[in-house]
């Protein structure tokens, strides 16, 4: 489907893919209708509705979620399961019984098996537990595949679901209790960059290697799904490729200009050794690959990074 003059509504907007999304469609001319928690709880049923009256979508691209670090997880576990059942079970639904023509919706790969093999493979999404400890959150995002099949089989309702694999990018979230590793990162070595810090220590040997795909392109994916793929089978967003903490690290230090020395402790352990996502499916029904480099990515995050610091970062 073309999204040329179509109705667009994004959930989500206001948070991290969802502003890279804004980006992206603003890029290629589509005008849209952008809304954040701040003006519709889509856990009640009301509220939802009413998003569905007032803008009466056309296209949707459901971003949002209730989400949070491994300490949120464990200590919120039944929020975070109520809150994201709720939200997609009832925004699929009256997706389809307002007449919206396409949803596209997006899920972390956390909701894969723990012991899925690397490359994950998208066939592996049932063939085990996810995580324990995000397992609640994960779970719950895990069913609008179900949801989506359902819809598709019963009322012919399509709604497709992509997993963006490691996101990172401009607007992320640099909280040290909920970041993931590469903001986190960024970080850490600029404020000891600012803070003079003769040397900083990582755990492990910095031999594990993941898969990282820079924000714009993740969003420019699913973007391309949203126009010609009509499937409720999942596609991986992704690199296909991946690279080890050690260069992840060693890159981030010198696009920041840390000086200082980094330690690496051996004696701690290093975590899986490898995790990356396959990215077959993606290249043969989307015909999309990824170009934005790890460094490239990573320059132009820690050039935003710097260009809104401290005041314009989410501490």
């Known amino acids: 489907m073309s999204l040329s003059g179509k109705r667009i509504l994004i959930t989500g907007a206001t948070g991290f893919l969802g502003t890279h999304l804004r980006e992206a469609l603003s890029d290629q001319g589509h005008t849209f209708t952008g809304l954040g928690s701040q003006d519709y709880e889509l856990t009640n049923q009301l509220a939802v509705e009413k998003m569905f009256e007032e803008h009466n979508p056309e296209v949707l691209f459901h971003f949002a979620g209730y989400s949070g670090g491994i300490k949120t997880n464990k200590e919120r576990p039944a929020e975070f399961f109520q809150r994201n059942i709720l939200m997609n079970t009832l925004t699929l639904d009256a997706a389809h019984r307002h007449g919206v023509e396409k949803m596209v919706c997006v899920m972390g790969g956390c909701s894969y098996p ?15 537990f996810p995580q324990f400890e995000s397992a609640p959150y994960s779970t719950a995002k895990k069913m609008l595949l179900i949801a ?10 399509n709604s ?9 990018g401009p607007y992320d979230n640099y909280n040290l209790n909920d970041s993931h590793v590469i903001p986190a990162l960024i970080r850490k070595i600029y404020e000891a960059k600012l803070n003079n810090t003769p040397e900083l220590r990582m755990w492990g040997t910095g031999k594990p290697t993941r898969d990282f795909i820079y924000a714009r392109d993740a969003v420019d994916g699913v973007v391309k799904a949203a126009e010609i793929y009509d499937s409720s089978e999942p596609i991986n967003i992704s690199t296909g490729g991946t690279v080890s903490i050690r260069e992840l690290v060693e890159t981030t230090v010198e696009l920041t200009g840390f000086a200082g020395e980094i330690i690496w402790e ?17 290249h043969e029904r989307l015909g999309f690959h990824a170009e934005t480099s790890l460094r490239d990515g990573l320059n132009k995050t820690i050039d935003w990074f710097k260009a809104n610091y401290p005041d314009g970062i989410r501490l």
Do not use: H, L
């Not at 497709?160 to 990172?168: H, K, R």
């Open 114 to 128: 723990a012991t899925a093999p690397s490359p994950i493979k998208e066939e592996e999404m049932w063939n085990g």
């Open 148 to 157: 989506s099949e359902s819809y598709r089989r019963q009322y012919g309702f």
């Open 160 to 168: 497709i679901v992509m997993i963006p694999g490691n996101v990172y």
């Open 266 to 282: 051996t004696d701690k352990p290093d975590g899986q050794m490898y995790k990356g996502f396959a990215a077959d499916r993606m």
